[in-house]
């Protein structure tokens, strides 16, 4: 049984990581994805509900073995105190976008349709452009972007995933493999 | 008591017990250099930074205690950068100090700034940078909690100038809280359990020990379990000596270059419980082709390293030693004597081909080695560097004592030997240290004689001087055509040279030589440096190509019977 396993399909993963709020520690974990080869799909960090501990999620494209060597590999970083996966079935994921639009009066009122929508919302007007906010999944990001190609997106800026367990289980509460 | 910074850090490092300090003086370190003389502690002025580290290494491998080394920013940092990673790559503990530019001055690209904490980042356990002089203390004491538990290794300390020179109220914090950094040392005794059911029923088992043996102080245990369960015993080039290489159990080394029959072993038996090794490319050659017929159990303190790049059946976390223990009273006595008769007969079939027996007038590495290892009773601790020498060390020097192998056995680091043996001897003034060398690695670090010399270390320096990189020429011969790119080297008259620091030297240059050599730098109490002049062109068997089955092996050429 010394054979590797047959490699599980890849996918997208959603791990969140609680660190300590050390300087460094954000390169730190950085440097650990790059020096280990793994593949990262966005990382965000921020604080968390405890004083002096960060939040981090990070999305990789990874197979289950490889899942459980990033998971085990964050650990052995001395201030990360805490890794979980989360999946899209049981944790509300969102993310944020911001997006420069051309919008000339012309055609303002159809970009307004869209973005009704989208439930998005436009918070910057200037004379030839928009400024719209956008909340959601990956996917709903994904295609009020496309939907506003065509108008011409002068400058986009995305947040990368961040994840909740939804209920009263926390990320927190929960180990990577549990 | 108020102190400033450099007071506070030999402060710290009195209270660790440190007894000897590796290092080279700078800008970035007066203050702390100022300080030294009024502290009980051996500081050992090396010649080169990148040697600083590899003596702090092999003081802490010899020892068992968290080595030290000392250095000022900048280039002192960046050589430093070697020593730390063949630290790294071997769990050996160690803590790096380094000086840094002033907090002002940082990231002004000062002179002799450079970001060390970031440059070691991936190369360490664990580093900081201390600009408050108040964080000092606290990050020593964390440093050397970090450096020596768990799966051990180097930790970088990086001081800016000002905070060596600030005072503060100095006051030893009591104890370490690490939230993220809990090292798991017992196993699981569910997992234990199953481990001994597995064991009690295999027909062909194989115990593979690696260098968590040694670091945990388990050889008793491992020698208990393998006598005990009747278990033949492979090792790591670094967990060589987990139990003594004379006890009829012992294989000796498995892997690229292990001999023929434990290989053979490792690819028939259906159990292998490895304990404290890491299943590298060194060691099962490709993974896919690795053990077919075994269910592996695999007892680490790193979780990490399970399932890393062989699928595991049984992963138990946990240090060697607490698991060795758990698991004796579980394990039956067991006769499997057609299993040990199998690996028997293919251990003598490969004595037939062994080295030694070849005629020949030139002098063989093979018997210089088997030399040393008679005139020593396989009870010195050898130093060896990397490449050829390190295999024909590995093969023939059978040690006895525990820990009596210094090598860089995941970074290969050429250059280690030398350095690593001044650590050594200065760890260990109760052993014989030799050095076995190829005369590629010796010049690497060969500047650290005048260490040698001005510590009136008495290290034994054996220089397999073949005029090439051995190894290198080796693999140009079996898979470059023998295109000898870039290969041979033109040395000086080593002992010559080691007569210039004033080192007692001889060079040999037939096998009639060796034995009286070997005595008489085992019989002196000084330094002695032996150069070898070996056959130009030997290579070490057996050998497996890169990517093949670790029982497919270039053999050793079949000799006529003595």
């Known amino acids: 049984m010394s054979l590797p396993p047959p490699d599980s399909t890849f996918s997208r993963r959603t791990l969140v990581v609680l660190m300590e709020d050390k300087p460094g520690v954000l390169s730190h974990v950085s440097n650990l994805f790059r020096r280990r080869n793994y593949n990262i799909e966005s990382l965000t960090v921020g604080h968390s509900e405890t004083q002096d501990i960060s939040r981090m999620t990070v999305v990789v494209h990874a197979n289950d073995a490889m899942l459980e060597q990033v998971a085990k590999q964050l650990y052995k970083l001395i201030n990360v105190t805490k890794v979980s996966e989360v999946n899209t079935d049981d944790a509300v994921m969102r993310e ?59 400058e986009l800026t995305r947040t990368g995933r961040v994840a909740m367990i939804r209920g009263s289980l926390t990320a927190n509460g929960t180990r990577f493999g549990s | 008591m108020r102190l400033n910074g450099a007071q506070i850090l030999w402060e710290c490092l009195v ?37 600083c580290a590899h003596a702090a290494d092999g003081y802490a491998r010899a020892t068992g205690k968290v080595g030290v080394c000392l250095a ?39 002179f002799q700034e450079v970001d060390i904490t970031g440059i070691t980042m991936p190369i360490t356990k664990h580093n900081y940078l201390i600009t408050d002089v108040a ?5 020593v004491r964390e440093a050397f909690h970090i450096a020596s538990t768990g799966h051990p290794g180097p930790v970088l300390i990086d001081i800016a100038k000002d905070a060596q020179t600030a005072e503060i109220e100095f006051e030893y914090p009591d104890y370490v809280s690490l939230p993220g950094y809990k090292p798991h040392t017992r196993g699981n005794p569910r997992q234990i359990k199953q481990a001994a059911d597995m064991i009690n029923t295999a027909q062909r ?10 670091v945990a102080g388990a050889q008793q245990e491992l020698c208990e379990l393998a006598t005990k369960a009747h278990i033949p015993v492979s090792t790591t080039l670094l967990g060589k000596s987990a139990i003594p290489e004379t006890h009829p159990l012992c294989l000796g080394m498995g892997g690229m270059h292990g001999e023929a029959f434990a290989n053979y072993a490792l690819q028939q038996c259906d159990l292998i419980f490895a304990v404290g090794m890491r299943f590298d490319d060194r060691y ?39 698991v060795l223990r758990q698991l004796l009273p579980l394990v039956e006595e067991r006769d499997l004597a057609d299993w040990l008769g199998q690996i028997d007969s293919w251990r003598a079939e490969t004595r037939d081909r062994d080295a030694l027996w070849q005629e020949t007038d030139e002098v063989l590495p093979q018997y ?23 295999m024909w060390e590995a093969q023939y020097y059978r040690h006895v004592r525990p820990g009596g192998l210094i090598s860089s056995g995941g970074l290969g680091t050429m250059g280690f030997a030398l350095p690593a043996a001044i650590g050594a001897a200065a760890g260990r003034p109760d052993c014989q240290v030799w050095v076995v060398v190829g005369d590629g690695g010796f010049q690497m670090t060969l500047q650290e004689l005048a260490t040698v010399m001005q510590e009136r270390l ?12 051995g190894m290198v020429r080796q693999w140009q011969e079996m898979f470059f055509q023998k295109n000898y790119s870039g290969s041979p080297l033109l040395g000086p008259d080593f002992a010559k040279l080691a007569e210039a620091y004033g080192i007692a030297a001889a060079t040999i240059e037939s096998k009639e030589g060796v034995a009286a050599a070997v005595k008489a730098a085992y019989d002196s109490d000084g330094p002695m440096v032996i150069d070898f002049r070996i056959e130009r062109e030997h290579n070490v068997f057996p050998i497996v190509p890169v990517g093949h089955p670790i029982d497919q092996m270039i053999r050793r050429p079949k000799q006529t019977q003595p």
């Open chain 1, 96 to 154: 944020l976008a911001l997006i420069k639009v051309h919008a000339p009066s012309a055609q303002r009122a159809e970009i307004k349709q869209v973005v009704d929508i989208f439930r998005a919302q436009i918070i910057d007007v200037a004379l030839d452009s928009m400024v719209i906010e956008i909340t959601g999944d990956e996917s709903k990001v994904e295609s009020l972007i496309s939907i506003l190609k065509p108008f011409g997106i002068k």
């Open chain 2, 15 to 51: 209270r660790e017990g440190v007894d000897t300090v590796f290092g080279i003086t700078g800008g970035a370190v007066l203050p702390i250099y100022h300080e030294l003389p009024n502290y009980p502690i051996r500081h050992i002025t090396m010649r080169h930074e990148q040697a």
């Open chain 2, 72 to 110: 000022t920013s900048g280039p002192g940092a960046t050589n430093l950068v070697t020593g730390i990673a063949t630290a790294m790559m071997d769990s050996s503990p160690m803590v790096a100090i380094t000086g840094q530019v002033a907090t002002n001055a940082l990231g002004t690209d000062a």
């Open chain 2, 135 to 139: 964080d000092l203390a606290l990050a």
């Open chain 2, 205 to 214: 088992p194989l115990i593979i020990a690696g260098r968590g043996v040694l």
């Open chain 2, 284 to 322: 099962t050659s490709a993974a896919g082709t690795f053990a077919p017929n075994a269910k592996i159990v695999h007892v680490d303190i790193d979780p990490a390293e399970i399932a890393k790049r062989i699928r595991v059946d049984l992963p138990i976390v946990g240090d060697a030693k607490n």
């Open chain 2, 368 to 390: 210089v080695v088997f030399n040393i290892w008679e005139a020593t009773r396989g009870e010195a601790l050898m130093v060896s560097d990397v490449g050829q020498n390190q």
């Open chain 2, 458 to 469: 008495p290290i034994k320096i054996a220089i397999l001087n073949n005029g090439f990189l």
